[in-house]
């Protein structure tokens, strides 16, 4: 090919090019227009909603968009009621196949609602009730954990993925609330665990401490420790486990009465904390120490009867007796598993 063939050829593509674009700036003027025609035709309530419905990732149910929409002059079931008149007018989507049903927009139409939630000024507020409604929704879901089973259990909260990812964009990664989005990150540790999401829930969990600074808040950085004990083990970083737990275990011992992670007593969480550092320091050759921590672990367990906490601390207590001791360790041992066997799957705190 000759220079000259050459830059006829390259030059024979710029029109091309220069009409795929053209052609995708027209559909997208196009679209714009429709969705401006579109909303036009709405009632201010309904433009209200609309906009706010925008703050959703993955789609929502109608308890959430009652929670988040609702506010100001617009009441509840307005909202709910107007919620069915979006979907007539195909600005939403619903899916009704299962017993809850659930609501989502088209990427290009939640663009033009996030414009125009922006536009109005509304944003801030309404990713705030977002993200505190997903906070309560975890929080609650918690005190119910592993009941009646952890397929029934996990089943609403797996497709509030997104939403969880959301609020903590909008509240640890924007620093729009650290403290909302350190709760977030603890509150979902449950979740992520069942889900086995090992690597995204110990980035959210350390992003939250990275957040929170030198001096955070016990009662915020505590679950956020534990639940990185657990992160951590799954990824087989004793040393980081043992950092952690010990962290943690300071400040259980000191915190007030409350609930933890998976709806942990404040001792529950202590006797977590206690075995996981008494196992991996096992890992680590240090023995004594190990032995402290797992049996103290064991003692607050039996006294707390919550079977996934003794079943853990069975384990790591039979880790620290004598190695030429069978006995005593398969008797740990044979106990944990039968302390598991009572529930769903394996043992997986």
């Given at each position: 090919m000759t220079p000259a063939a050459g830059i006829r050829e390259r030059s024979s593509g710029v029109p091309r090019l220069a009409g795929v674009l053209l052609a995708h700036a027209t559909r997208h003027q196009t679209l714009r227009a429709l969705l401006d025609w579109s909303y036009g035709l709405l009632t201010d309530s309904e433009q209200r909603v609309f906009r706010r419905l925008a703050v959703f990732a993955g789609g929502w149910t109608l308890e959430a968009a009652e929670a988040v929409c609702a506010g100001g002059a617009l009441e509840a079931a307005e909202a709910l009621a107007i919620l069915s008149s979006l979907v007539d007018k195909s600005l939403i989507v619903a899916d009704t196949r299962s017993a809850a049903s659930r609501y989502e927009m088209l990427e290009t139409t939640r663009a033009y609602a996030h414009h125009r939630l922006v536009e109005h000024h509304d944003y801030s507020a309404v990713a705030r009730a977002h993200a505190e409604y997903f906070r309560d929704l975890l929080s609650r879901a918690n005190v119910t954990y592993g009941r009646p089973s952890l397929s029934a259990w996990i089943a609403p909260l797996e497709p509030e993925l997104d939403n969880f990812r959301a609020a903590l964009g909008w509240s640890l990664v924007d620093k729009n609330d650290v403290a909302l989005g350190a709760t977030i990150a603890a509150t979902q540790h449950a979740a992520l665990l069942v889900l086995s999401l090992n690597t995204e829930d110990t980035r959210w969990c350390e992003r939250a401490l990275t957040e929170l600074g030198s001096a955070p808040d016990p009662l915020l950085e505590a679950p956020l420790q534990l639940a990185l004990c657990r992160c951590y083990?799954?990824?087989?970083?004793?040393?980081?486990?043992?950092?952690?737990?010990?962290?943690?275990?300071?400040?259980?011992?000191?915190?007030?009465?409350?609930?933890?992670?998976?709806?942990?007593?404040?001792?529950?969480?202590?006797?977590?904390?206690?075995?996981?550092?008494?196992?991996?320091?096992?890992?680590?050759?240090?023995?004594?120490?190990?032995?402290?921590?797992?049996?103290?672990?064991?003692?607050?367990?039996?006294?707390?009867?919550?079977?996934?906490?003794?079943?853990?601390?069975?384990?790591?207590?039979?880790?620290?007796?004598?190695?030429?001791?069978?006995?005593?360790?398969?008797?740990?041992?044979?106990?944990?598993?039968?302390?598991?066997?009572?529930?769903?799957?394996?043992?997986?705190?």
């Open positions: 083990s799954h990824g087989g970083y004793s040393e980081r486990v043992v950092v952690a737990a010990t962290r943690a275990a300071e400040m259980y011992r000191t915190l007030p009465e409350g609930r933890s992670l998976r709806n942990l007593s404040r001792r529950e969480a202590l006797a977590t904390a206690l075995a996981y550092a008494g196992l991996h320091l096992t890992f680590l050759g240090r023995n004594e120490e190990a032995d402290r921590a797992a049996t103290e672990a064991l003692a607050i367990a039996r006294d707390e009867a919550d079977a996934l906490t003794v079943a853990l601390a069975l384990v790591a207590k039979s880790r620290t007796v004598d190695a030429d001791d069978v006995m005593a360790r398969r008797t740990l041992l044979a106990e944990a598993l039968e302390m598991g066997g009572s529930l769903e799957g394996s043992l997986i705190f």
